[in-house]
């Protein structure tokens, strides 16, 4: 039977509790334990898809084309055997859409409908079929204990630690410890507090992860323990580490696996963390730094681009070189010569993917002086499409754009996708700037590689399984026009033949794809095409 542990939060926000969760689950895997993981977010949302990058950061998406919280992101980079799903995030929005639909259906034979136990008990069900064939499921409450919007879910969990028994699961809570500089003193009371919220609801914490910028001495400890009805053993201090990557090693050494071990009855090995030691080690042992550019519209928040800014850190580890990420504001690079003197200064470009029209100039003012000047470019999903409208625009010289921006656009060498079917009953494909409609790529999709190529060169294969988010393609009518003015299209969707990947010839290293690789690079490797990106930009800097 599956074992549960429940995490939540407590005093404030942004504490780290997906990165707390993610590191104990490393350290049981570690262990030999099959790990998973769940995130329940508390907005009305049904997903955050449709929601702003300045609201929530980026959307993470799983390779069956779930749009999900940041958090999964942490979750998969830190597990090594499991990779995430749509069922391992809901949101309030989603449970209550689910009950309403059920509700209209009749399937409640005219009860009155009610918070519970209809809405405790969907989310029950769905917590309980995000375990299902894993050992242990970690289950992470999203916002703060005693929030109005996260008490379905406290609720729903309350009943289930009842049901499933303490043999079963528990519960991880996470708080603050905050100094106070005049008085020189760490100060429990909002711990104390934090806890009491969560008896309040009917449960009990087994475990206390303390933050802190301070070391915890014993006292403090005992304190802790006492006012709080958890052994003092089962109270963890997680200080302010130097990398999130650090994080596992702290859980390790404080004994929380063992924990967690005692109480479910598993006898196992104990956790080999020596993997973690070698990203740690890449990571602050590096020779050298590499300064990336990353054009963006979103940088004032760099959450925003989450998976892409840990890629970079992770190829950084495997090239044995610090990556700095120089954010640039692609909007106001349209109109600051001194923006555009800050990207001359840096060894590398990045335009990451994004929807809209604002900044897009500036992008391309990016793109253009990295194909000019010999600069490494990795352009990801729009910075692909706008890296094909830039050729097109100053080597082809053609009055070409996207259908996203310019609808009655002379040359739509990106646009939306119509299917159809010809005389024969084979599936066809084009690119129309008429098309209104449009639906997005969204999770794994295979792709191939042209044998020969700079991408299947990097990647040591000629087919590839990647990630996706977006509805607009590029036009497979320009592609021979593009390809004898140098740029070759090197990879295309093994369902579709659509255009995936593109390179130039005769640059050092000029590289954008459809699809979003940062999804699945890993701190434990990281991923072959960022890591051929920064391998790129430290020889053009040597």
């Not at 490393?26 to 449709?50: C, F, H, Q, W």
Request: with cysteine; proline share 4%; glycine share 8%.
């Amino acid at each position: 039977m599956t074992k549960f542990i429940f995490v939540t939060g407590g005093v404030v926000s942004s504490l780290g509790k997906g990165i707390a969760a993610a590191s104990l689950a490393s350290v049981l895997e570690a262990r030999g334990l099959k790990v998973t993981m769940t995130k329940m977010d508390p907005y009305i949302n049904v997903d955050p898809g449709t929601m702003s990058p300045f609201e929530h950061g980026e959307v993470f998406v799983t390779e069956d084309g779930a749009e999900t919280d940041l958090d999964l992101g942490y979750y998969e980079r830190f597990l090594r055997r499991s990779k995430m799903s749509k069922a391992n995030n809901f949101t309030s929005g989603r449970i209550y859409q689910t009950v309403l639909a059920k509700e209209r259906r009749g399937d409640y034979l005219g009860k009155t409908v009610q918070v519970v136990p209809h809405i405790t008990d969907e989310i029950q069900n769905r917590i309980l079929a995000s375990g299902e064939g894993y050992d242990v499921a970690m289950i992470e409450i999203g916002g703060t204990v005693g929030d109005i919007e996260s008490l379905p879910f406290m609720e729903a969990v309350r009943q289930l630690l009842v049901k499933l028994g303490r043999e079963n699961a528990m519960l991880m809570h996470l708080t603050l410890l905050p100094y106070i500089n005049s008085a020189k003193e760490l100060k429990t009371k909002p711990t104390q507090h934090s806890v009491k919220e969560l008896l309040s609801i009917g449960i009990q914490p087994d475990i206390l992860v303390c933050r802190t910028e301070h070391d915890v001495d014993e006292d403090t400890r005992r304190k802790i323990a006492m006012f709080t009805n958890v052994p003092e053993r089962a109270v963890a201090v997680c200080k302010d580490a130097r990398s999130i990557y650090e994080i596992p090693r702290t859980f390790y050494e404080q004994n929380v696996d063992d924990l967690v071990c005692e109480r479910f009855g598993f006898e196992l090995p104990e956790a080999d963390l020596s993997d973690w030691d070698k990203v740690i080690d890449g990571l602050f042992n590096a020779q050298g730094e590499i300064v990336v550019a990353m054009v963006g519209k979103y940088v004032e928040l760099p959450d925003a681009y989450k998976s892409v800014n840990e890629a970079l850190l992770h190829a950084g580890i495997a090239n044995k070189v610090k990556v700095k990420i120089h954010y640039i504001d692609a909007e106001k690079l349209e109109s600051d010569d001194g923006l555009m003197d800050e990207l001359k200064l840096c060894h590398a470009v990045l335009v990451p993917g994004g929807f809209g029209e604002r900044g897009t100039q500036g992008k391309m003012m990016a793109i253009r002086h990295a194909r000019e000047n010999g600069v490494p470019y990795l352009g990801i999903c729009l910075g692909m499409q706008l890296a094909v409208i830039e050729f097109a625009k100053n080597v082809l010289k053609l009055d070409a754009n996207s259908t996203e921006f310019d609808r009655k656009t002379p040359n739509p060498i990106i646009g939306l996708i119509t299917e159809w079917f010809d005389e024969k009953g084979d599936l066809q494909v084009r690119t129309l700037e008429s098309d209104l409609g449009g639906t997005m790529r969204l999770g794994a999709q295979e792709a191939n590689l042209v044998a020969g190529s700079k991408l299947a060169h990097i990647y040591g294969a000629t087919t590839i399984s990647e990630r996706h988010r977006h509805r607009y393609e590029m036009n497979g009518r320009y592609i021979e026009a593009l390809e004898n003015a140098g740029m070759k299209i090197s990879g295309y969707s093994a369902k579709q033949h659509l255009v995936e990947t593109i390179e130039l010839n005769d640059h050092p290293f000029f590289v954008a794809v459809q699809y979003h690789p940062e999804f699945t690079s890993s701190p434990r490797g990281g991923h072959p095409l960022f890591n051929a990106f920064i391998g790129a930009a430290t020889l053009q800097k040597a």
